[in-house]
């Protein structure tokens, strides 16, 4: 047996999690794909599962290599039918990672419209505010509002967001509402710092075409959106917040816009995906598919 079928039997025991259900799918007898396995841990030379009477489980390197195996199969599969009907019908499965947020908030509820397009393809959709390897997480791309310098990863732009500074109104009637940047000095913000660089992020304002920047005092620093404005409507300071993510609340008058004249810059985005890498036309129209969904009014 080939080292493709090897990797494909290999991928079929773990998504079952039994030789036997293994071996009836693939059509092959159980001591065979017994067998399979026990020549492709051989040359790899790692245990890639440990076998019990009752299950299956798989082990640290067997993890690893099942992560590659589904990069590498997806690929070949993509290859073998690039100028068939799968160019023109996208299927698949497409791992994609994003902040909390941007899922919750823009994606999904637009994901019924992606689906009535690419009804064959299949998203695999973690949420995450960090910095993952997408390399060694198996990750076709990623979302993020920063830029990566990674010289293996390819960074695309998506259409910025629109920015407010914002407090709750509980914070306003205590402190009152500042009218221009001096009177921030009296002011306290939400503290925001990136778990990736550790740095502490100031609040941004635009002045005619000049971004100023004000540090202010904080009683809590916080990494994460949703954390984010969590603390802002707890009355605990001034934020700035993607429109989108704080509209319900603005709207409702539990928060309140502060500096409308002066807002944030827009927040930018990026999708990014390994360089040198097949992009396979599943993941391709996904990637355009996005632009779509940020290019439309929030």
Known sequence: MDNIQAMRTFVRIIE?????????????????VSHTIKRLEARLGVRLLLRTTRQVQVTAEGQI??????RLLAEIDETDTLFSRQKLRPSGRI??????????????????????RYPEITLCLSANDASID??????????????????????????ALEQVTCASAEYIERYGIPKTLDDLATHQAVGYFSQRTTRHYPLDFMSQGVCEQRTLNSQIDVSGADVYVAACRAGLGLIQSPRYGV?????????????????????????????GHFLAPRVSVFIDWLRECFARPL
Request: net charge negative.
């Open 95 to 116: 791992r994609v990672d994003m902040p909390h947020s941007l899922a919750r908030e823009i994606v999904i509820p637009a994901l019924p419209q992606f689906y009535q």
């Open 134 to 159: 997408v390399l060694r997480e198996g990750v076709d791309c990623v979302l993020r509002a920063w830029q990566v310098e990674d010289e293996s990863l390819i960074a695309r732009h998506l259409p």
């Open 247 to 275: 509209r319900h609340w603005l709207e409702s008058g539990e928060l309140v816009e502060v500096l409308p004249e002066m807002p944030p810059p827009d927040m930018p985005l990026y999708i990014m995906y390994p360089a």
């Open 16 to 32: 079952l999690g039994n030789f036997s259900r293994a071996a009836e799918k693939l059509n092959l007898p159980r001591a065979t």
């Open 65 to 70: 290599y099942y992560q590659r195996c589904l």
